[in-house]
């Protein structure tokens, strides 16, 4: 069964400074990768999706995210964080092969921005 | 365009009552998903409905907890005789079918608090 591991719970960093969110799955084959943002009180948006091809994808609110297979990851960066980008972050995984396209979601990481 | 839609937006129900959770989803999207949002178990998939198919139940944790999607639109989530851990974040996404199809858009969710 694939999984995703979040290692950061917490993050903090200061306005305009730059950010990065890590993200390791676990799957036997390709998969296809989110990163959803969720506000306080709010659902889930996507912020960009990998399915295949180029391996750095721009999503929006200018984050961006790297497949790299030979670490089983897909980070998400900001090159300069604004205030409103606090919030909590998932990523997430959906099987690519085989029935159904249920995503599987880490732990989430909390971010806080700090003006 | 209309987003994802569910109600009621939160909810109170004593231990041993019958709660129906509702889902509007995006008006052409075939494929309907539902998950639980818990403190202690993250983010978790409960269940999907994919047209005409067979639902995927796989993740529904207990015999209490039924889904129907009437019309290939509408979905009800009803979790019977409810227990204080049902307490969680219902969310309801839906995908189309082709292209993005394994895009999901989730809804703002319904808050479950069983005392």
């Known amino acids: 069964a694939q999984s995703v591991t979040q290692p950061d719970i917490h993050i903090t960093v200061s306005e305009g400074a730059s950010l990065e969110l890590r993200c390791n799955y676990s799957?036997?084959?390709?998969?296809?990768l989110f990163w959803y943002v969720q506000s306080p009180g709010q659902g889930l948006q996507l912020l960009l999706k990998?399915?295949?091809?180029?391996?750095l994808v721009q999503g929006i609110k200018g984050f961006e995210a790297e497949f790299k297979r030979s670490q089983s990851s897909f980070n998400l960066r900001k090159p300069s964080v604004h205030w409103s980008d606090a919030a909590e972050y998932f990523c997430?995984?959906?099987?690519?092969?085989?029935?159904?396209?249920?995503?599987?979601f880490g732990t989430g990481t909390q971010l806080k921005v700090e003006l | 365009g209309a987003g994802v839609s569910q109600s009621p937006s939160n909810k109170v129900t004593e231990k041993g009552k019958d709660v129906e959770l509702r889902c509007d989803p995006i008006?052409?999207?075939?494929?309907l998903y539902w998950y639980r949002q818990s403190l202690g178990q993250g983010l978790e998939f409960l269940i999907y409905?994919?047209?005409?198919?067979?639902?995927?139940k796989s993740g529904l944790p207990s015999d209490r907890f039924s889904a129907e999607r009437t019309g290939g639109s509408v979905s009800t989530l009803t979790i019977q005789r409810t227990q204080q851990e049902d307490s969680a974040v219902y969310l309801c996404?839906?995908?189309?079918?082709?292209?993005?199809?394994?895009?999901?858009?989730f809804g703002p969710g319904t808050r479950l608090t069983v005392t």
């Open positions: 996404a839906s995908s189309p079918t082709s292209g993005s199809y394994y895009e999901q858009y």
């Open positions: 799957y036997g084959a390709t998969p296809y």
């Open positions: 008006s052409g999207h075939t494929a």
């Open positions: 409905f994919q047209g005409n198919s067979a639902p995927d």
């Open positions: 990998y399915f295949s091809g180029d391996t």
């Open positions: 997430a995984v959906a099987r690519s092969t085989g029935g159904g396209n249920k995503l599987t």
